[in-house]
C-alpha cells in the first residue's frame, strides 16, 4: 500500500493556499467574485515572502494562519512559529480556518478550470500514482472534495482507492487505513513533506520516506539526519516501489 500526502508531495498549490489565506477573513462570494489569477495578482510581495517562510513550518491550514501576523515575516524558526501560532485565539483561528474554507469551495464553484490550474503535479507523480493504481490512498490536510477533484483533472481519479482529508492526525489515520486492508503497517509505504508526520508514522512501523521535494526548514533537515529520517528526492519517483 502507497501512502502519500497531497500538498507538496503530489502536486503544487503555492498560490492557491496563499490566496486562500490571504483572504480568510473576508467575505467568501465577495471575494470569489474575482478570479483566481486577479486575487493570486493581488498579493503583496510582503505576505507571500511570509506565507513562504510560514509554509515550511505549517501542516494544517491552521497554521497558515499565522501568515496574516506581520511579525512572521522576521520568522527565526520552530518556537517562534510556536509563539505566534499560540497567540491566534481559537475563535478566531476557527474563524479564518472556516473562512479560508469557504473561500476555497466558491472559488472551486465559480472558477473552477481556473483554480484547478492553480495544482500543478509534480514531476514524476503522475508515472507513481498509475504504476501504482488501486494501490494509493491520500492522507491530507486538504479537503477532500478538492483533492478528488483535482485528481480527476489531471486523469488520475482511478489511481486513488480512498482519500482521508483535512486529517490532523496521519499517525492514527495510516493505522486504521493499514487495518482496513487487512495488513500491517510494515506493508505501507508513506510519503509526506513534513518531518514530524513522517517521523510519527514511522515510529508505526511503517517504511516512512521524507519528501525532500516539498516545505520544510534548517531546523528539519538537521533533526533529519539526527534521526536518520530516509529522504525520497523527486528523481527517485520513477522507481519507487510500495
Known amino acids: 500500500m502507497l501512502i502519500l500526502d497531497f500538498d507538496g508531495v503530489v502536486c503544487d498549490a503555492f498560490e492557491e493556499c496563499a490566496v ?15 478570479s483566481p489569477a486577479e486575487l493570486a495578482a493581488g ?11 510560514v509554509r515550511r513550518h505549517s501542516r494544517l491550514l491552521d497554521h497558515f494562519m499565522v501568515a496574516l501576523d506581520p511579525r512572521s515575516e522576521r520568522l527565526g524558526g520552530q518556537e517562534e512559529f510556536d509563539a505566534l501560532f499560540s497567540a491566534i485565539p481559537d475563535e478566531r483561528r476557527e474563524r479564518l480556518v472556516a473562512g479560508a474554507t469557504a473561500l476555497r469551495a466558491e472559488l472551486r464553484r ?6 484547478l490550474g492553480m495544482h500543478r503535479l509534480y514531476p514524476g507523480v503522475r508515472g507513481l ?8 490512498s491520500i492522507v491530507t490536510a486538504k479537503d477532500e472534495t ?12 482511478g489511481a486513488v482507492v480512498s482519500v482521508v482529508g483535512e486529517c ?26 513534513n518531518l514530524r508526520n513522517a517521523l510519527q508514522v514511522r515510529d508505526t512501523g511503517a517504511r516512512a520516506l521524507w519528501a525532500y521535494w516539498g516545505y520544510h526548514t534548517a531546523d528539519d533537515v538537521r533533526k ?9 528526492y523527486l528523481p527517485e519517483l520513477a522507481g519507487l516501489s510500495a
Open 129 to 136: 500514482l498509475e504504476r501504482h493504481a488501486g494501490r494509493v
Open 20 to 34: 486562500v489565506t490571504r483572504h480568510a477573513g473576508d467575505a467568501a462570494a465577495a471575494t470569489a467574485a474575482k
Open 146 to 157: 478538492s483533492v478528488r477533484e483535482i485528481l480527476a483533472h489531471h486523469g488520475l481519479g
Open 110 to 115: 465559480r472558477h473552477r478550470a481556473e483554480w
Open 224 to 232: 533529519s539526519l539526527r534521526r536518520r529520517v530516509a529522504r525520497l
Open 168 to 193: 490532523a492526525d496521519k499517525r492514527a489515520a495510516v493505522l486504521e487505513l493499514v487495518a482496513e486492508d487487512g495488513l500491517r503497517p510494515e506493508h505501507t509505504t508513506f510519503v509526506d513533506d
Open 43 to 53: 498579493l503583496a510581495p510582503a505576505f507571500l515572502d511570509r506565507f513562504r517562510a
